[in-house]
């Protein structure tokens, strides 16, 4: 069964930057969709970015413009580059495919004010 390990949070303060990366048991660009979701403490986990195999990405109104979705071949991942956080990213941030499979570990991501 698929397992993604997620990395590259930690504590930034606002407007600050951050790259997290996914990678997977197995090729990760076998997954024709691959998104990132977030779920802050008391939250539900949401949708924040997705990419598809044809290109297409999709982002949440919320990050348009700040985060950047893509894939690495070379390396195997699927990255968030965000930037210019604010406070109400701090989240955990987790990868997945679609249809969605086991969910990882999650990488924290704070942002200070």
């Known amino acids: 069964q698929v397992q993604f390990v997620e990395s590259g949070g930690g504590l930034v303060q606002s407007g600050g930057s951050l790259r997290l990366s996914c990678t997977a048991s197995?090729?990760?660009?076998?997954?024709?969709?691959m998104g990132w979701y977030r779920q802050a403490p008391g939250k539900q986990r949401d949708l924040v970015a997705q990419?598809?195999?044809?290109?297409?990405?999709y982002y949440a109104d919320s990050v348009k413009g700040r985060f950047t979705i893509s894939r690495d071949a070379a390396k195997n991942t699927v990255n968030l580059q965000m930037n210019d956080l604010k406070p109400e990213d701090t989240a955990v941030y987790y990868c997945?495919?679609?249809?969605?499979?086991?969910w990882g570990q999650g990488t924290q991501v704070t942002v200070s004010s």
């Open positions: 997945n495919k679609v249809p969605r499979g086991p």
């Open positions: 197995g090729s990760i660009f076998s997954f024709l969709v």
């Open positions: 990419i598809r195999g044809d290109g297409n990405l």
